[in-house]
């Protein structure tokens, strides 16, 4: 199947699919605008998913080259982001039944949501500098809206101016790296920029440094690296607790497939100076991010820096992303993204249904929280332990992995700041677990058993089977992170 | 070789037999109770079975009832893939005793939350046995991270007064030494060709630079466990916190992870460095058995006192197994490396009658204060009876095999250095501190208005079974060394000896 057909697919499915849920907020009847909106969106998401599927699966069994236009690649690679962002998506369509159904702009929550979805599949496939901005910024202006949804929550607002200004830096810092680039090689696609730069002479001028670190910064503020993850705590807090998960789980996986177009496919001549710079900054964003996340009060506050630790993780794969271990490193990655990608949802969408239910999220409120809602609470530990490292959870194998190829790209201090930090993150992970199932209930809160979101619920018990099983069954996802890794060369 | 997966089935009837008992419990607490100890006697059973043929066979130096290795995840060298030899026998034999002594002694302990509690028990014996017949290094980091869970809930939820605080520090405490260890494992992996996770095939494969580092990673996370004197001090919090079972679960079971550890890896994989750097280790050992017995001494509650005894006779452990690959002679190794695995053995079932009898004398007197339990011989005659039989257990005296594996251990030092002769002095401060204790409390008058109850004649059989295999072991003491000294023997000549 030729490249652009798929692409077309998804196009016109999402974009029918969120004009349409759009349109029923001009209803009148509140079960058009509620029910018909959510139903609409998951026929639309359950449709691409299904594509997803098909397509890797014809893909993977009869084996053809990966193919490409001017504008996009498809190849495992894609398929396996898209995958996972799609799957982020629906877990969060599903809980926003629970989450958001009050909301008068329901509809047009869901409608942004898909389009926001539809932006990080585009990136998963997209193979030009341009693609990269449309689909960049397709992805990213929804999600400004949604953070700031909530119109009479000041925090809410704040979230979203923040997030705003700062989004809207890293489109211009974007476009201008990507204006120097074309400056440089005289083309905007990804392997025609490859073969300018076997060819040509350029490698170390000011202007090459600048493009990468104008790079870095542009992709690294979604991707929520230190010094550019300002944002980040702000707008996880403020932002409809789902939304937060869409952001921590979806968006910032969608900067991890550009950077790896970008970096390890495009500009893997300057690799001196992106592995160093990378191997800095996976250790300054998982310490600043775990240290941070030891003295946060708030629960959603706690995972947001949280999320910023778990792509310093991350990033110890671009460090070491050349050879000898470019292909454990590039595994690692996707294995990681995708496996955070659960965790991170499960743990939002858990704290959802607490703030749904109770209406507090301090971490003084989860005391004594197994009592009273025994689902969420076990869902919450298993995806905190899972994010910790702890086997035989998912989180523990991808980052062996990454460790693994920290060593063997001889950077093994860096592999040894990964275990420190992951000990040190399971001070604040195991807290969590402390206060809900070891502390006794401070005095004046409710006592009984809570009725848990049941949808919430379910989308939690299904996401903490994902993690389990993929822990237990790691060969699953790896053998899929293997592929994909392969088929990039 | 017979077909049943009998590894396995040690493993996971426990672990899955676990969400059953679960359920049962949320029927009918005494259901639970009983599914589990059914259960525990299942495996113990089993692992009867798994030594005895060990021991007919007596071949203690190789592996048996191997099962795998089957690909796990492949492309990265962890494979599932068990086996026993020796010393995982002896270690899986005493956990499964172990275990259906502490589901017995928890009928009268623990009072709440029971279905919970014997799912956590299980979980804690199919992963502990896991540990020890592991033969893929991450298969066995897997199980050994496994049991923290139960164990930080066990501590947390039932503890004691500061059980929130002992479970924290002891989950930070061990996770870090794990995780460092964790990398010692992908270092051996990544430089070792065949690239592999299997200890079979990494015996004598390992460059000398790599053992270096990964023994000095494998020091930090075995040493937590063991406990090592610098890395010990959640030992006494999180003992002292846990109800008795538990400490019994801890002190018997969880520390000999860390004794295993070392004699599997440091000296199995990596002998060159454990041969050469042995000294460190064993400075390391005997500052180890010094504190202990030091400190021990002058503890006021009785349970805190009995939690240094162990970090006591861990040193040996250390002293043992590194005193016994660097020794001159095949002689002294046996006498330390067996030594050393007998020490653990003892140890268990010395370590288990006393915290269980420290959580029946806090239940029936109200206090596990030495200075204020007086008076027991009169007051509970039964308690004190025991208290005695099992002091003596721990002491180290020529009544238990504790004494033999002590007395093996400094034969072992002795044959690599005369002046290692000085830890003779370790037993006696030991005899010392156990015998000031029960001077205070057995042997004091009674004041006369305290009333105290004895225990059931039901636990005092229960606690009396621990000291079974010690008795046993004194008069023949080939059942366990008949398929350890092998084991002792074909490291010390991998190493390099004799």
């Known amino acids: 199947m030729s490249a652009d057909i798929v692409i077309v697919d998804y196009a016109v499915i999402f974009t029918v699919g969120s004009l349409f849920v759009a349109s029923l907020s001009l209803s009148k009847r509140a079960t058009i605008r509620q029910s018909l909106a959510f139903y609409a969106s998951l026929v639309v998401l359950a449709a691409s998913l299904a594509i997803t599927l098909l397509n890797l699966s014809i893909y993977l069994l009869f084996e053809p080259k990966p193919s490409y236009t001017n504008l996009f690649h498809v190849d495992p690679l894609s398929y396996f982001f898209a995958l996972t962002v799609q799957i982020v998506s629906l877990l969060v369509i599903l809980s926003s039944k629970n989450y958001m159904w009050s909301d008068r702009n329901l509809a047009v929550y869901f409608s942004l949501l898909l389009f926001s979805t539809l932006g990080m599949v585009l990136l998963s496939f997209a193979a030009d500098l341009l693609m990269i901005v449309v689909a960049w910024e397709l992805m990213g202006i929804p999600t400004y809206v949604l953070t700031g949804l909530r119109k009479d929550n000041p925090f809410s607002n704040e979230a979203a101016i923040k997030y705003f200004l700062l989004g809207a830096f890293s489109s211009g810092i974007l476009l201008y790296a990507i204006s120097l680039t074309y400056g440089l090689t005289g083309t905007t696609n990804l392997i025609a920029v490859l073969q300018a730069l076997q060819t040509s002479a350029i490698h170390l001028d000011p202007l090459t440094l600048l493009t990468l670190a104008l790079f870095i910064a542009g992709f690294g503020l979604k991707m929520s690296v230190v010094p550019f993850h300002m944002w980040i705590p702000d707008a996880y807090e403020g932002a409809p607790t789902t939304i937060s998960a869409f952001l921590s789980a979806g968006t910032k996986k969608a900067g991890f497939v550009v950077a790896i177009r970008v970096f390890v496919v495009a500009l893997p001549f300057l690799s001196v100076n992106w592995t160093t710079a990378f191997a800095i900054l996976a250790l300054a964003t998982m310490t600043l991010g775990n240290v941070a996340a030891l003295t946060q009060r708030s629960v959603p506050r706690m995972l947001a820096y949280s999320s910023i630790a778990q792509a310093g993780y991350i990033l110890i794969g671009f460090a070491v992303a050349t050879e000898p271990a470019k292909t454990l490193a590039l595994i690692g990655v996707l294995f990681h993204v995708f496996n955070h990608a659960i965790m991170q949802s499960s743990a939002f969408l858990a704290v959802a249904a607490v703030d749904r239910t109770t209406g507090r999220v301090s971490l003084d409120s989860f005391a004594s929280l197994w009592r009273r809602m025994p689902i969420t609470s076990f869902a919450l530990a298993v995806s905190l332990l899972a994010l910790a490292g702890i086997p035989p959870l998912n989180g523990f194998w991808s980052k062996l992995v990454l460790f693994a190829a920290a060593i063997q790209g001889e950077m093994a201090w860096l592999a040894l700041a990964g275990v420190l930090n992951s000990a040190l993150s399971l001070g604040y992970y195991a807290w969590v677990i402390k206060r809900m199932y070891i502390d006794e209930p401070t005095g004046s809160m409710e006592q009984g058993k809570i009725s848990e979101p049941p949808v919430i619920s379910a989308v939690l018990l299904v996401a903490t089977a994902i993690i389990i099983v993929v822990g237990i069954y790691p060969s699953l996802i790896y053998d899929l992170a293997k592929a994909a890794v392969l088929a990039l060369g | ?498």
């Open chain 2, 1 to 498: 070789m017979l077909d049943i997966p009998l590894l396995s089935l040690m493993i996971f009837i426990p672990i899955i037999g676990s969400i059953p008992v679960y359920l049962l419990g949320r029927l009918r607490e005494r259901l639970a109770e009983l599914a589990s100890l059914v259960i525990t006697i299942v495996v113990f059973a089993l692992s009867l079975c798994m030594y005895g043929s060990l021991y007919v066979s007596k071949e203690g130096a190789s592996f048996r009832f191997v099962e795998g290795p089957y690909s796990w995840l492949g492309g990265f060298g962890v494979d599932y893939y068990l086996g026993v030899d020796g010393l995982s026998a002896s270690l899986i034999l005493i956990s499964s005793l172990l275990s259906v002594l502490v589901v017995l002694g928890s009928w009268d302990l623990i009072t709440e939350k029971k279905p919970i509690y014997y799912f956590l028990i299980l979980l804690f014996e199919g992963s502990i046995i896991g540990v020890f017949c592991s033969l893929n290094l991450i298969l066995f980091y897997v199980f050994w991270e496994i049991v923290l869970i139960p164990m930080f809930f066990f501590i947390g939820v039932w503890g004691g007064p500061r059980r929130k605080y002992a479970a924290m520090k002891f989950l930070i405490f061990t996770f870090v030494g794990s995780v460092i260890m964790l990398l010692g494992f992908i270092l051996i992996y990544l430089f070792t060709t065949p690239n592999t996770f299997n200890i079979p095939e990494l015996i004598g494969k390992i460059p000398f630079w790599v053992q270096l580092l990964a023994s000095a990673a494998a020091f930090i996370g075995f040493g937590v466990k063991l406990p090592v004197v610098p890395f010990h001090t959640w030992l006494p919090d999180a003992h002292v916190e846990a109800p008795a079972p538990i400490s019994v679960f801890l002190a018997g079971l969880l520390l000999k992870m860390g004794g295993y550890g070392f004699i599997r890896v440091n000296l199995g994989l990596l002998a060159e460095a454990s041969k050469q750097y042995a000294w460190i280790f064993i400075a390391f050992g005997i500052l180890t058995m010094f504190y202990g017995a030091l400190v021990a001494m002058v503890q006021r509650d009785l349970k805190r006192m009995i939690a240094l005894t162990s970090i006591n006779h861990m040193g040996f452990v250390l002293l043992g197994s590194f005193a016994g690959i660097s020794a001159l002679t095949a002689q002294g190794a046996v006498y330390g490396i067996s030594g050393a695995v007998f020490q653990m053995f003892n140890h268990a079932a010395a370590i288990g009658i006393l915290f269980m009898l420290s959580g029946y004398i806090h239940e029936q007197a109200g206090t596990r204060n030495i200075d204020e339990l007086k008076g027991l011989r009169v007051g509970m005659p039964k308690t004190a009876l025991v208290l005695i039989l099992g002091s003596l257990a721990g002491m180290g005296v020529p009544m238990y095999s504790s004494f033999l594996s002590e007395w093996m251990v400094i034969l072992g030092a002795i044959s690599v250095n005369r002046w290692y002769a000085l830890t003779v002095l370790i037993p006696l401060l030991t005899v010392a501190y156990f015998l000031w204790m029960i001077k205070r409390t057995v042997l004091s008058p009674l004041p006369e208005h305290i009333h105290y109850h004895d225990m059931h004649n039901r636990a005092m059989i229960g606690l009396l079974l621990y000291l079974v295999p010690l008795f046993l072991l004194l008069i023949f003491p080939s059942l366990l060394l008949g398929i350890v000294d092998p084991l002792s023997l074909s490291l010390y000549q991998a190493a390099g000896g004799g």
